[in-house]
């Protein structure tokens, strides 16, 4: 399908290299007494990268008050795709970005919340919530929608639509995410975790406003992990 297609291409354009920290870039230190000065001058990074001779070999982590030499499970390519980094920082906060022949960047748990990750999800949410929409389109009665996501819901979708007048195309077009997924749930035409939907919509807001986010602290990458694992497990199915 075209969402399949879009989010290969979004896959290979797009990648963490377009968006980490470059070296040169970086608030780094060259031992412990300077890491701690360079720390303390920069309250918002809990990393402070070590570099020696020109090249980054490990870091000063604030939480721990000690230098350690960056490990392989540390690093990832500049190559890695957006969707693939989000699984990464399932398991770590951070990682270093290995270049050609050294170590050329950073990425932190909060740069999900850049403009091209929050691109990758909208374009994933759209199609998630265009083939839910297509699975159930033929029975949207107004007793199916007002069954399944009750009157109140059901009341001020009818609202909006004959508030628009001219305008409003169908009440359809007052759906969100949210409401698609439930009734396409309801129908069984798709298969998802009714515990998911919230946290569906919350992504979809985040992806979609400039000033909300995918994360706001650590916890939320996992719930993002868990809604771009189930988004892609539904567009395969489709």
């Known amino acids: 399908m075209a969402t399949s297609e879009n989010l290969k291409r979004l ?8 968006f980490m920290v470059r070296t040169r870039d970086l608030a780094c230190a060259t031992g412990k007494p300077d890491a701690l000065a360079v720390s303390n001058a920069n309250p918002d990074f ?3 990268p070590i570099k020696k001779s020109g090249r980054v070999s490990g870091y000063y982590s604030r939480d721990s008050r000690r230098i350690t030499l960056i490990k392989v499970k540390e690093l990832i390519s500049d190559g890695t795709g957006i969707l693939d980094l989000v ?9 270093f970005v290995l270049g ?16 091209l990750v929050k691109l990758t999800f909208y374009v994933l949410l759209e199609g998630v919530e265009k083939f839910a929409l297509d699975s ?20 001020q979708i009818q609202r909006l639509y004959k508030s628009s007048g001219d305008a409003g195309q169908s009440p359809i077009n007052y759906l969100n995410i949210a409401d698609v997924l439930k009734l396409a749930r309801k129908a069984g035409t798709i298969d ?16 979609a406003h400039v000033s909300e986010n995918l994360v706001s602290g650590y916890n939320d990458v996992k719930t993002l992990a868990h809604v ?9 199915s489709s």
């Open 87 to 95: 699984d990464v920082f399932e398991h770590q906060e951070f990682a």
């Open 228 to 236: 771009k694992n189930e988004c892609m497990r539904v567009l395969r």
């Open 11 to 18: 896959a290979t354009t797009f990648t963490v290299r377009d």
């Open 100 to 115: 050609p022949r050294q170590i050329d960047g950073y990425v932190h748990f909060s740069d999900l919340n850049h403009s």
């Open 192 to 207: 998802i975790d009714a515990s998911l939907i919230p946290a569906v919509k919350r992504v979809r807001n985040g992806a």
């Open 136 to 155: 159930v389109k033929v029975r949207l009665t107004d007793d199916f929608l007002t069954a399944t996501l009750g009157e109140p819901r059901f009341s």
């Open 46 to 48: 809990s990393v402070i």
